[in-house]
């Protein structure tokens, strides 16, 4: 056996040593499968947004814009109308829209968390999913922003958020979390922008490089004028976007060198934007809100919850697309397990508060425990657990993992037990709190519901559009963890393991 | 072991440090009878704080160990050999632990440490433990039974999942059975849910409930994120010697004190994001139930500053932004002494943590006429010193015990070619 030149200084022993190691053998699924080629990868990767739209997008689309409206209009009815359209009275101040926010802000973290904290971890099944998970935490952002950016009343005045001098002399309350929630998450949004757009910078090269090579071939024949028409709007367009991306080496490794610093700024970014949304919680003295484990606890159930949207959106694409070697049954491994990991953390975070609520001997908390539990919202907290905890631990079964039905339907529980988390958290605490002559009972309108529903119209219009106009994998990341990137050979093993 | 001379080297330094070790429990015990002939605690706490030291790192190794195999990591096969050699400490720190519980269970006031196992224990002005209302309202937990059967069933997790673990790996060296590493993962997978329960009831039973007012649902992630920073800070200095010493030469890679290195820095900030959330919380809540603790970790009853709050400073500045911002150095993560001096550092402060965890703590007034409660200070017995270097000697002949029976390096593993080629 071989090993590098440096600290080789070695004696008899370790020589004797290393003649021995003979290493056993273990099969692991490649990243990329059926031995495909780079150029195969490349093809496909770009196909997706040159060939015709499918019937599928339009239809999609149409169902989106539609279902995206409710949103305009629950927005339109609270613009002209008040809060108070909202299903808020006393005590319960905080509603749905807090807990739509935090449900938006939590699926948005999937994306910095793959994009930074795996590749500063080197997993190189990232590859194949990453782009479509920023693209889906910039859009998730977008819907959470909606919320407190309505829930402040008179939304023509939100920019009070930022310390802008200002005529009234009204200046922002720095001491509120709420307050730091703004530069908290306009910084991931800025920086998770930015992220994804320069990590696409090599791919619109290709895709423009791609139209320029069809019009200079002048192949159309049969295929009409529209088609030409659309290369020359795509080299346009993607030359813009790709600000002269020519593969150079130094544009390499430039782009190598930026993206492994923005992996740096980003990862304390995962942990910081769901810890300060916990602190709006947690710095209240109010049962239920005020406890530690909150910061760790809620970026878990984020990563958690970004998963769960990982898989249901990445699941239904890989058949529609025919991405079964790049998203292979590994990478969908991978995600349930890290769902399964994350949601027992927050299983954990559930049982410690609990305990601690007795163990700490206050009769508040204990109430407040008790009250979500058997209280007058036993049914959110039933469903917050067993989505949560419960239903992510079938992916201990492998062959649960590798049934792609069965695996989105269970993303989907999780994506609904981590609303209900939110709720549960931000309701109970307020309807039953400290006088119970005030106790009351929170239902949404049907403005709330409205409004809600229609940000998964919006969410998806996004998505629909970033599907149809950019690169969906990141096609010289995905070709690095191919089995024909290995130095060491093994070209053509399925069974190689090379990331 | 794969040389004679290695295996003589192995014998000397385990037999040394089996002779080290009883002469350090032998002087850290005569304390430990001193405390119990004095009802003073403040000797029992040196043992605990040496168990709590030692511990910490075994337990962080194991938890390195099961995430490494859960993640399927290749580049640290040749290190995880190494954490589990030391994890064969987890019987013997058992035994280490006897004498606390000993006194628990046998001695006539089994609250010298602590209190709440006493009922006629005084309190600063709460009259004695068993007539407070707190105390009585969480008995049906902290009682002696159930705290032993804890006890057991703490360490039982953290025997059978580091023997199960140690076989597995040992086992594949000789037959090769790629089983074997399947049957790791598997383990481990269950193991890191089961360890992290452990470890939570061994913080709050250990450490938290020496105060039992107080509570906090942070605590056993602070434990967690303390036994990971004291492991791989324990690996860095471990693994630089058995490759000085011949064991690993030639074997342990720059990149592999990098990678580690890059992890020592995560786990300072995971540390400190743990550390100041807790505080952080509780001091803008200022619900006085749980900023005691803290208080007492910075004032005296009269309001004057104690000892303590130069403790706590030494923890924001030395036990975090030192090491963050020398960590943030490529060479502070490559070069030799550099890792091991910081590594050094972060071990010795780790022991002030645990120090200031487990040593500050209401005392009765003395003075019955005065308001009040005494709060017990900062101070370095010479038994911290004979217990820390005490049970360290038996931890460190566990561990070359456990080297004389597996080679140095896990020559069967699947992914061993990776490690030993590995390079940043």
Redesign the interface.
Known sequence: ????S?????????A???A???????H?QALVTNNRDFNWVTDKICRIVETKTPTWWWICMAVALMTASFTGVGLLWLVSSGVGVWGLANPINWGWAIVNFVFWIGIGHAGTLISAVLCLLKQGWRTSINRAAEAMTIFAVVCAGIFPLFHVGRVWFAWWLFPIPNSNGIWPQFRSPLEWDVFAVSTYGTVSVLFWYMGMIPDLGVLRDRAVQRLTKGAYEGAGVLAKGMDIFRKNFYAILAMGWRNAGNHWRNYEMAYLILAGIST?LV?SVH?IVS?DF????LPGW???????YFVAGAIFSGFGMVLTLMLPLRALYGLHDLITQRHIDNMC?ICL?TG?IVG??YI??FF?AW????PYESFAFINRAFGQYWWAYVMMFSCNVFTPQLF?FKKVRANAALVWIMSIFINVGMWFERFVITVTSLANDFLPSSWGYYSPTMVDILTFFGTFGLFSVLFLLFLRFLPLMPIAEVKFVMPQADPHGHHGDEKGDHN | M??D??NSKGSNVGLIALVVGIVGIVIALFGFKQGLDNNDARPLMSWLIGIGFWISIAIGMLFLTQIWY?F?ARWPVIIRRQCEHFMAAFPYLLVLFLPLLAVVLFHDNPGILWKWMNGTNALPGHGTVGED??YQ??QP?LNIEFFTIRVFMIFGVFILISGLLRKFSFD?DKT???KN?HKARVLS?LG??LC??AM?MGA?DWFKSLEYHW???????WFFAACMRAALASIIILTVIL?AK?YL??????AHRYDIGCMMLAFT?FWA??SF??YF??Y????P?ETFWYNLREQNFDGTTNSWWWVSMGLIFGHFLTPFLCLLWYKTKVVIWRTVAISTWILAFHILDLYWNIVPGKLVNPDPHAAGYLVRQFSISPYDIAALVGIGGICIFAMCRSMKKA???P???????TS??Y?E
């Open positions: 056996m071989a090993t590098t440096q600290d080789c200084s070695m004696d008899a022993a370790q004797e040593l290393l021995k190691v003979q290493p056993a053998e273990l692991e304390p942990l810890t602190f947690a710095l209240a003295v005020h406890t530690t484990i909150f910061p760790p397990k990991g027992s954990y975070a410690m508060e601690i163990y700490g001997a206050n201990w | 794969s040389s001379t290695s859960v399927h209302a707190i309202w969480k937990f594949t090769g059975d790629i590493t997978s890191l849910f992290a329960v939570t709050i509570f906090s649902t942070m605590y056993g992630v490759a011949g030469k030639g074997i342990l890679k720059q900030v994001y743990i959330s807790q919380l509780i803008n809540a200022n619900i139930e080679e140095p390096i020559i069967r593993d699947p992914n061993i070619l030993l080629n390079t």
